[in-house]
Structure formats: structure tokens, C-alpha cells
């Protein structure tokens, strides 16, 4: 059995293997004419300067974070300064993926774009392979990091004298117990990412739209534009890197979550600690297998093969589930079996948990695509509610975001009350756990998106043909059903991830938690208010950021002397709806040459790393303030912030979908309700929907994401407080 | 002691007294001229079509549910029917203050605009006299209804053989229980009234708005608009009435609440009953006393008279209150003290809980009135993100409501952890009570605004001149400070009351609510979503409803020959920025005596009532549903809709109140930032502005306000049904 421990390890490297090929596959492929190539050096470029900034602001915190678990744990009693090694880990590990993912997605992005010169399986082919390597970078270091701090803790357990090992339970939930920093690590890194690339993202969309479109009325995404670079740079940090240490974090805690789990509210049972690293350890394996499956053929259907990938591994690993347990279960009866409250587990009692939480998943995914999508009743109020202008299309999108808690929270409490009923918490833990068995797979479909969207904004700002644009716009839409899916599996593993947790810390600190002590009452009165000031917080720093870029840019068009006559003449061409010569057209490319693109970059990294710090330490400090005054009002505090960041999150991110397909619904229709009216692009219900669509950028791409992690971060950190409070 | 108990209908008495006294007052005053008594003649007789249309529906509720409760307690020991007559007598006795509060409010409002013709202060006097009373009558009605049936209720315990009556622990436990009945009546009636006055208070206002001023180019309250009647009544039904009924349930709540506490929580102790009682009949009598203060000369400051009045009330009031303690500590004494949890309480561990709570009240009113009063940074934020249009200004606006939850909930918790310390539960429910002692002359100055409001309404209607609207203008914006610490006291007294209710259901039910119980976290899951869910219907409810009006004035500006040239003609003189000759004028009140406003109004009566069922039945069902499932689920449920649902009205108000005066301090600066453009009215800016006011009315005026009442309907249904879930 304890010979399972370096399953975990192999199957890291096998990941980062084929990470590893496939970037030098994709290196070889055509980077496009030098205008794309510039572009994409300078996309590259900002990304990684963000990325380096951003780190360097996040290693002065690791550091004196891992310095505090080191110097506290060696004040406890059964504590180990090596939790601050995990720590360390988690945060660089995650850290890590960040980077290798976004290097090979500005890689990626360009030979899209060249590749979709050419037609779409080619561009689909090297999207996706772009978005692989990064969920296998995620799914890899995760496994990696994870199984080389359990082999070490293992070994020093006999060096301590612990004679029993991983055998006795003692021994083991002290070295569980460790890896939870690992997966602190990966929550912090993972919540400063996303709320910075967040506030980058969008404060750059935003300030570019508004200067560019509103303003100089030049199109989206156009070269005269110096903020648009910044704006690219932005789906980069934002979308890839940001969403790879957002997935590594889930996947992390939902790991070490039942692993804790499995070790605390058993008697110690190996078998219960075991299991969940090795169902993660074989959905790396067929992940990796399935990326090979994904191939389409000249005028096959991409959608096919990308939902054939993910969801076939998803169906193949509940498969070998089933075995997986049988094994353990088998090797537990020779022990005596797997006992948990009294009762003795069978099979079906944990591999109905895990295919509940992967059936949950996909059911919340559904539900979150019915809520979202066009043409479905919910967006159609919306596109209604917009003829009467902004204020009812605001308000309908409130309204479709708010309404659309309902369902999946019934579907989470559905999976929470029966994988309880057949495993007790360990059960809730599984459940997480078979969302993100196949995460590996799942990244991939995840990342190639925001791939296929840079490489449309490449193919536009370096004058390449519509249809070139068109075909990576294609690819942005197909995946969607994976990517809603992704969507409902970050909720739902986020919800059960840390109920197992908070399941973890109840044990640990043995709190009594009665619902209507009044300490507890405070904690859930403070808990639920969290989200509400973080999301705040969220939203006000992208809107300040993009107002330092909207002074930048205005400054740039005011005072640099070639963009004057540059812009005039593409905003007459605009109005005049005709399109430029091709004289016309270099002497812009020219005039762009001269737009101080790197100051906007800049900018934006300034903004948005000098904005993620209030809401990241908020997350961070607030429970170790109130679980030092007291363990019971941190239970409070952890169930508060779980049940309202759960409703926020998933009203922020519906809306926020359900708004820009509002948008895009009434930009399809040319004409309709009124023939003799024109309510299609640049009718006033058309401005109706873009206000609303701008509204819920920062919903669905800073706060509400973030959510997700807040609620993790915040029970890891208890978890790991935990002894002190004692 | 017993015969405390006769001081509740006594002090009902007195108020009551007051209240006909003042409406005969009232309606001696003078009217006006034939225009504006048609007008106010056309609104009283809407509003009361509304009222009688609201109760048809809600009496076959109240028969209904009325008949379970009597069948359910005659099946269950220890129940008794009588429960069904308390709940009966607790919907009528709401029900009565709603009509006879918006009988004297549609009376005063024309009063209201004929004394403003004479000058500023004896406007304010009718119309403060009008919102008194509305406040007499409500607190009248809830202590004679309470004190009768409790007079009665004891008197059966008698008859029923249970000899030692009040003074035995178990009688008086039972007798406090029926009172439950009663405040479960209040709240089904509050919440109905709420949601329903909130639908067709905005769905009319917004549907007079988007056909007139947007469409028609005619100015708002304009006499060709068929619409502007119902907009009127809506005022009155979702102001007056609406707020009437909110605050008679949170009166009776925390009365009820701390009488429950009282009787429950302790050994049965009388004096801990008859505590709450004597301070609610007390502080009746400080309210009706401090009316005749609010008096203002020629010349004088209205606003010091009206805070002078309820503050000073509020003073007064606590000051009696340490002797009220002390009587009742010292009589206690006799008989071997208050005890609660083991410690003997003194006059101070009873008054600080009570002061604390006023102090909490004020502290969040304090709060609520930064974050939503001009020129202070929220509102700023909102007037500078306005500068790039609607969507930052939105954006801006979601921002502040979430933030402005942070320090209410920091205050509530103090509130909490105070109380608690000083006298366990009991002090929460006493905190409760504090801040709603004087609700008599507070709800005086809450219901003069409404009653200002329409008659500027009535002003403009009629054609007064300008100076009359002026100073009903300056009426309105008078007393805003006491209607601001209105709105703390109604989300401070609302927390703490459904939490000392949530800790009676704890002791009545004994159900075992550990935090990390699966039940309790999928009770606190499902808890959580319910007021999402509730504020969805009831803003769509706002938006279908309003779709219905516009379809019917649409109709009528098609359909109706005279109104097309008069329509014409006005918007040509708006568009010229001229004023209408008087004979144009006297053509345009001829084509206005044919548009249909009586189809309007009956548009608006049937759209809300049949829209207000589904959100009410929700609160309603859902606990019972739950409570069946799993006490422990049940327990989840309240605290989840209680920590959800008091973000969700901090935010929803406070983001409300934020854009309507950003809007209006847009309004206030003619020119700023950049001298060459003009941001004030009429400008982008100000169309942003009008943007966010529009969608913070439903905010604000709809489910906000039954946020509150939500909470706690279901915290008293939980109470009431209790004794059948064990």
C-alpha cells in the first residue's frame, strides 16, 4: 500500500513529458510575417513582465508567510517546521504552471493565427495542443510537488521515530496534515493570479474600448489603439494564467482535501489516504492518453473531438473508478475494512459519492449553459428587457443572475447530502475529487479559448484577412459546452472541496460549532459579508486601473503627432463604412509604430499588482483574526463566507454570460419585433446590450471567479491555523 | 406583575385615540381647488382599490392557512386552536394599519400641496401629522392586538385548569407561544403588502417614465400621462401602506420576540415577559407626547423639529427604560432574582444590551447615510465613473452597495456579541426592542416623505405654480437623517429580532444544529439562495409589470384622438424650452380628461397582485418543507436566509439610495471637470446618472425592503410550526 505513494510522482512526470514535448512540437510550427511575430513578442513580452512583476511582489509574501508557519510550528507541540516547506512548494509550484502555461499560450496564440491561414482543423490543432500543455503543466507540477513532499514526510517519520510510518495513524494524519501547506501555497498563489490578472485583464479591455471605440471611434482591437496590446496581455494573464493557478488550486485542495479527510475521520486508515492520490495519479494518465484523441479532419466537426476528449475521459476514469475502489476497499477487508461512523464501506459506498459529485458537475455545467446561452429563455428576457434601453437590461441581467443560484445550489446540496449518506465527509471529499479527476483534459479545452482569442486579436491587428479572423472566432465558439461545464465543476468543487476542509478543521480543533451560539452566529454574519467586500474591492480596482489607462491613452492620442491625422482618417472611414486603401492602410501601420505601447503595458502592470493586494491579504487575514479570538466563530466565518461566496459567485459569472450573449444575440439579428426598426448592431438596444455586457466583464472575469478561491483559501488556512488554536 | 399585562391594550388605546383625534384634524383641513381634489379624489380611490383587491386575495390566505394551524394543534399536545385566532387578529390588525394609514396619507398629501401654497411650515405640519398618524395607528393596533389576546390567552389557562397561570412556567411558556400566531400574521401580511406595493409602486413609475419622458418627450407627473395617477397611488401603496405593514411586523416581531426569549430562555420568569411589554407601552406614550413637540415657526428649521422629535423621544425613552429595568430587576429579586444561564442578572445587564441595540441602530443609520448622501466618496464615485457612461456608473454602484455591507454587519455583530455578553439571547432580543421602542413617532417621520412626495406630485398635476412643487421638494428632502437611521434600525431590528426568534425555535425544537452537520449546511446552502431567488421574482415581477403598463399607455396614445396634438404640443414646447400659454394650457387639462387612468390603475393593481403570490408563497412554504425534512436543516435554512439576506438588503438599499442622489448631485452642478463641457442635467453624464437611479428602484423600493421582512417571516413560520417538527 504505501508503495502507491510514488504513483503520485510518475504521473506528474508523464504529464509534464508530454507538456514538454508539445511545446517543442509547437514551437516548430509557422509563427506567422513579421507584423505577427512583432505583435506577438510584444504580447509575450508584457505577459511575462507582468508575470515577473506579479512574482516578485508574491515572493516577499511567500517568504514571510512560510517564515511565520516555520517560527510558529516549532512553538506547538506535534508541529513540524516542514510545513512551511510545503508551503514554499505549493506557492512556487503553482507559480510555475502559471508561467509555463502563458509561455507556450503567447507561443500558442500567434501560430494559431498563422495557422488558421490555412483553414481551421490546423488552427484547432495548435490551440488546443497550446491549451494542453497547460493543463498538463497544472495537473503535472500538481502531482509532482504533491507526491515528493508525501515521500519526504513519509521518510521523516521514521527519522523522527515514529516508528509506525504512514501505518499508524498518528504518523499519518501528521503528515496529511503537512501537505495541507502545499495546498495553501497553491490557494495564495492562486488568489492573488486571479484577482491581479483579473483587475489587468479587464482594467485593459475596458480602457482600451472606452478610448478606442467610444471615444476615437476606431474599431476593437485596431493597431492605432496603444492600449490594445495591453489588452491582449491581459486575456493572458488573466485568462491562461490566471485560470491555470485558479484550476492547480482547485485541484490541489480537492486532493489534499480528502486525503485529510480520509486520514482524520477515519481511524487512520491508509486505504483512505491512498485512494484519492491514486484516482488523481490515473486521471492524469488518461488525460494525457485522450489529448491524442482529440483530432478532426478537413470539414470534420472540432466540436465533436473536443467534447469526444473531455468527455470521454471523464466517462473512462469513472470506469476505472469503480476498480480503483474495489482494490482498496479489497485490501482495506483484510484490515478489518474501511470503517467510517460505524459503518463498514463497501464499493458502491465511495464510488457513489464520486459519481455524484462528477454527475453534480456536469448537471451544474448544464444548468450554468441553459442560463448563458443564446436563444434559451433567460438571455432572450435580457434582449427583450434591452429594447426599453440599459437600465431593464441591467436589471433583467440582475435578475437572470440572481434566479440562477437557484438550481445549481439544489444540485450541490443534492450531491452533498448523498455522498454524506454513503460515506459521511469523506464522501463529500470524493465527490469533489471526481469533478477534477480528469482536470488535466478539461484545462486544455479550457485554455484553448482564450488562445483562439488572442489569435483573432493578432490576425486583426496585423491586417490579415476577415476570414482569418472568422475561422479564430469559430474556434473561440466551439468548446463552449466544455468551457460551461468547466464552469459548473469550479463551483461545485469549490463548494465541496471546502466543506470536506471545513470538515477537517472541525476535527482538528474538535470547535463546538452550535448554530446559534452567538460566536458562531458573528463569524457567519462576518463570513457572508466577505465576499460581499472582496467583490467590491475587485470590481473598484479595475475600475480605477482602467482609468489610469483611459488618462494614458488619451494623453498618448493628445500629444504624440502622427496618431491625430492616423485616427481621423480611420474613424472617417468608420463612419463612412468603407473600407481603407491599401496606401491608406500602410501609412496607418506606419503611424502606429509610434504608439508607446510598452507605457500602457506597463500601466497595467502597475495598476493591477498595486490593486490585488487589499482583497488577496483580506482573504488571507481574516480568519487568523477571528480564529484567534475564537475556533467557533472561525466555523462560523468559513460556512458564511462558503454560502454567500457560493451565491455571489454563481450569480457574478451567469450574469456576466448571460449578458455578453445577450450582446451577441442582438448583434446575430439584423431585423425583428418591428420590421420598419432596426435592432440589430448600432441600434439603441444594441448600445442597451453592450452597457450590459461591459457591466458583467468584471462579474464574470475578476470578482466572480475569484470567489471560487476566496472560499477555498480561507477554510485552507484554518485548516492550517488549526493547531495553534487549540 | 399580572396585571402589567393591561397596560398593552391601554397604551393601544391612547395611540389609537391619537390617531382618530389627528385624522379628524386632517380632514378639516383645506383641500385645495376642484383640479387637485379630482386628482387626490382619483389616487385615494386607487389605493383603496388596490388595498381592497390586495386583501380579497390575501383574506383566502389568511383563512387557509389559518385553518391548517387550527387542524394542526388540535392533533398535537399541548397545541391549541386558539394559535388560529392569533394569526387571524395579527393579519387584520396589519392589514387595518395599512388602510388606516393610507386612508389619512391620501387625505394629507392634497392638504399637504394646498398648505404649501401658503408657505413651507404648515405643510410640514399636515404632512408630519398625516405620517404620525399612520405611526399611531400601526403601534396602536399591534399593542392592543397583543395586549387583548394575551389578557385573553391568560384568562383561558385558567379555564384550562392550569392553575398556577402566568406565574407557572409551562403556562407561560404556552401563552407566549400562541402570541407567535399573531406576529406570523403581521408577517404574512407585511411581506405580501411589501412586495406587492414595491411591484406596483416602481412597474408604475417606471412605466409612466420609459412612455413619457422617454417616448413621449413629456415631462414627468404630466396630466396627459394616463400613467401618472397609477405612479401616484404606487406611492402611496408601496410607500405608505407597504412601509406601514413592514414596520408593524417588526415591532410585533421583537415585542414577540423578546416575550418568547423571555418566557423560554429562562425559568419561566414573568417578569422577563412583562419586561418587553411595559418598555413597548411606555415608549407608546413618549411617541404620542413627543408628536406635539414637532411644531417649526415661520421661519424655523423644520429638520430640528423633526429629529428633535424623535430623537429626543429615543432619549427620553431609554432614559425611562434603566427604571423600567430596575423595577423589574428589583420585583425579580423578591422572588430569587432574574437568572439566565446561571448568572443573575442586574439593571445593567439588561439596560446596556437595550442602549447598545438603540446605539447599534443609529451607528448603521449613521453608516447607511454616508453611503448614500451627496457629496460624501460612494456617491462621488458613482458621479465621477458616470463621467464614461452607464456601465462604469453601474459598476460604481454594485461597488458601493457591496462595500457598504462591511460596516453594518461589523456594527450588528458588535451589537450581538454585546448583548450576549450581558445577558445571553434574551439581551439580543432586547437589543431588538431597543431600537424600535419609539417606532411610534420614527414611522411618524418615515410616512411624511412619501406623504411630501405626492403632494408635489399633486402639485404639479394641478398646475400649481412652481413654488408650491419647491417647497414640497424641500419637504421631501427634510427629515431624511431620521429616515436614514429609519432604515438602520429596520435592518439592525431585523437581524437581531429573527435571531432571538432563531434561538426560541433552538429551545422549542432541541434540535442538535452542529455547523459541520451536512443538514445544517445544506439548510444554510439552500438558506442562502432563497433571498436571490426572492429578489429575482420580485425584480422581474417589477419589469413584467411594468411591460403591462406600457403596453396600455402606448395603446392609449395611439388610440385616443385628442391626446395625439396635445402630446404634440407639449413636447414642442419642452423641446423649445418654453412655457404653454395659458390657453394652450387650459386645452392640454381638456385632452387630459380623456385619457383612461382608471384602466391604468387597474393595470397596475392586477399585474401586482397576481405577480406578489409566487415570492410570498416562497418565504412561506419553504420552511415548512424544510422543517419536515430536518429540524437541523430547518435551523441551517434561517441562519443561511438570515446572513444572505441582511447582505442582500444592506446592499440592495444602500446601492439604491447611492444612485438616486448620484443622479441628483449630477442634477446640482451645472458645469464641472472641463469648463467647455456641461455634465450636469442633460448631459451624457446625467444620462448615465438616470441610468443607475433607474435600476436601483427596484433595488431600493422592491426587494430590499422585503429582504427584511423575508428573514423574518421565516424565522417566526419555524417558530410557529415548531411544536409539530418534534
Not at 289 to 307: C, H, M, S, W
Not at 667 to 680: H, L, P
Amino acid at each position: 500500500m504505501e508503495q502507491l505513494i510514488y504513483l503520485l510522482p510518475i504521473a506528474g512526470v508523464v504529464a509534464l513529458a508530454y507538456s514538454f514535448v508539445t511545446t517543442g512540437w509547437i514551437g516548430k510550427q509557422d509563427a506567422g510575417n513579421s507584423v505577427m511575430k512583432t505583435i506577438a513578442d510584444q504580447i509575450s513580452k508584457g505577459a511575462m513582465a507582468f508575470l515577473s512583476a506579479e512574482y516578485k511582489v508574491l515572493a516577499g509574501f511567500v517568504v514571510v508567510v512560510a517564515g511565520l508557519l516555520v517560527v510558529m510550528n516549532t512553538q506547538v507541540e506535534g508541529g513540524s517546521p516542514l510545513i512551511g516547506l510545503a508551503f514554499v512548494t505549493g506557492a512556487a509550484a503553482s507559480a510555475f504552471a502559471g508561467y509555463l502555461g502563458m509561455k507556450v499560450a503567447t507561443q500558442a496564440n500567434v501560430r494559431t493565427a498563422a495557422a488558421a491561414r490555412k483553414g481551421l482543423p490546423p488552427a484547432l490543432t495548435v490551440a488546443f495542443r497550446g491549451g494542453a500543455v497547460m493543463g498538463m503543466s497544472v495537473v503535472g507540477l500538481a502531482l509532482l510537488g504533491l507526491g515528493l513532499l508525501f515521500i519526504l514526510f513519509a521518510g521523516q517519520l521514521e527519522v523522527f521515530n515514529d516508528a509506525g510510518g504512514l501505518n499508524d495513524q498518528v504518523g499519518l494524519v501528521k503528515t496529511v496534515n503537512l501537505l495541507a501547506g502545499f495546498s495553501m501555497g497553491a490557494s495564495s498563489i492562486a488568489l492573488f493570479a486571479r484577482v491581479g490578472g483579473g483587475i489587468y485583464t479587464k482594467a485593459a479591455d475596458v480602457g482600451a474600448d472606452l478610448v478606442g471605440k467610444v471615444e476615437a471611434g476606431i474599431p476593437e482591437d485596431h493597431p492605432l489603439n496603444p492600449a490594445t496590446i495591453a489588452d491582449n496581455v491581459g486575456d493572458n494573464v488573466g485568462d491562461v494564467a490566471g485560470m491555470g493557478a485558479d484550476l492547480f488550486e482547485s485541484y490541489v485542495a480537492s486532493i489534499v482535501g480528502a486525503m485529510i479527510l480520509g486520514a482524520v475521520a477515519s481511524n487512520g486508515s491508509l486505504e483512505m489516504v491512498m485512494l484519492p492520490v491514486t484516482i488523481a495519479a490515473i486521471g492524469v494518465i488518461v488525460s494525457v492518453v485522450f489529448t491524442y484523441f482529440v483530432r478532426v479532419k478537413e470539414g470534420g466537426n472540432p466540436q465533436i473531438a473536443l467534447d469526444g476528449g473531455s468527455f470521454g475521459a471523464a466517462g473512462i476514469m469513472l470506469a476505472l473508478s469503480w476498480f480503483i475502489i474495489d482494490y482498496f476497499v479489497g485490501a482495506a477487508a483484510e484490515s478489518g475494512g474501511l470503517t467510517l461512523a460505524g459503518k463498514t464501506l463497501e464499493t458502491v459506498d465511495l464510488f457513489v459519492p464520486m459519481a455524484g459529485g462528477l454527475a453534480a458537475g456536469v448537471a451544474i455545467g448544464v444548468v450554468t449553459g441553459y442560463y448563458c446561452s443564446k436563444n434559451k429563455p433567460p438571455v432572450n428576457s435580457i434582449v427583450d428587457q434591452s429594447m426599453t434601453g440599459p437600465a431593464t437590461n441591467i436589471i433583467a441581467g440582475i435578475s437572470v443572475g440572481f434566479r440562477s443560484t437557484a438550481i445549481p445550489v439544489l444540485i450541490i446540496a443534492a450531491a452533498i447530502f448523498g455522498a454524506n449518506h454513503f460515506a459521511g465527509v469523506y464522501g463529500v471529499a470524493l465527490a469533489a475529487l471526481g469533478m477534477l479527476s480528469t482536470t488535466g483534459i478539461q484545462l486544455a479545452v479550457d485554455a484553448y479559448g482564450p488562445i483562439s482569442d488572442n489569435a483573432g486579436g493578432i490576425a486583426e491587428m496585423s491586417g490579415l484577412p476577415p476570414e482569418v479572423r472568422e475561422r479564430t472566432d469559430n474556434l473561440d465558439a466551439v468548446g463552449n459546452t466544455t468551457a460551461a461545464i468547466g464552469k459548473g465543476f469550479a463551483i461545485g468543487s469549490a463548494a465541496l472541496a471546502s466543506l470536506s476542509l471545513f470538515a477537517a478543521y472541525k476535527t482538528m480543533t474538535r470547535a463546538n460549532m452550535e448554530l446559534t451560539d452567538p460566536e458562531v452566529l458573528i463569524g457567519l454574519l462576518l463570513g457572508a459579508m466577505l465576499p460581499f467586500l472582496f467583490s467590491a474591492m475587485a470590481m473598484q480596482a479595475v475600475g480605477d486601473a482602467a482609468m489610469d489607462m483611459i488618462t494614458e491613452v488619451r494623453r498618448q492620442f493628445r500629444e504624440i503627432p502622427s496618431l491625430r491625422p492616423a485616427l481621423a482618417k480611420v474613424k472617417a472611414a468608420e463612419d463612412e463604412d468603407r473600407a481603407l486603401s491599401d496606401e491608406e492602410q500602410a501609412e496607418i501601420m506606419e503611424a502606429a509604430k509610434d504608439t508607446q505601447v510598452e507605457r500602457c503595458v506597463a500601466i497595467s502592470t502597475q495598476a493591477s499588482i498595486k490593486r490585488m493586494v487589499a482583497p488577496g491579504l483580506l482573504a488571507l487575514v481574516a480568519p487568523v483574526l477571528i480564529g484567534f479570538w475564537s475556533t467557533a466563530a472561525l466555523g462560523g466565518l468559513l460556512a458564511g463566507t462558503l454560502v454567500a461566496g457560493v451565491m455571489l459567485a454563481i450569480f457574478m459569472s451567469n450574469a456576466g454570460g448571460a449578458w455578453d450573449n445577450a450582446k451577441k444575440q442582438v448583434e446575430d439579428q439584423k431585423r425583428d419585433y418591428d420590421a420598419s426598426v432596426n435592432t440589430g448592431k448600432g441600434s439603441d438596444r444594441h448600445k442597451a446590450s453592450v452597457i450590459g455586457d461591459t457591466v458583467g466583464d468584471p462579474f464574470k472575469d475578476t470578482a466572480g471567479p475569484a470567489l471560487n478561491i476566496l472560499i477555498k483559501v480561507m477554510t485552507i488556512v484554518a485548516v492550517v491555523i488549526a493547531p495553534f488554536l487549540v
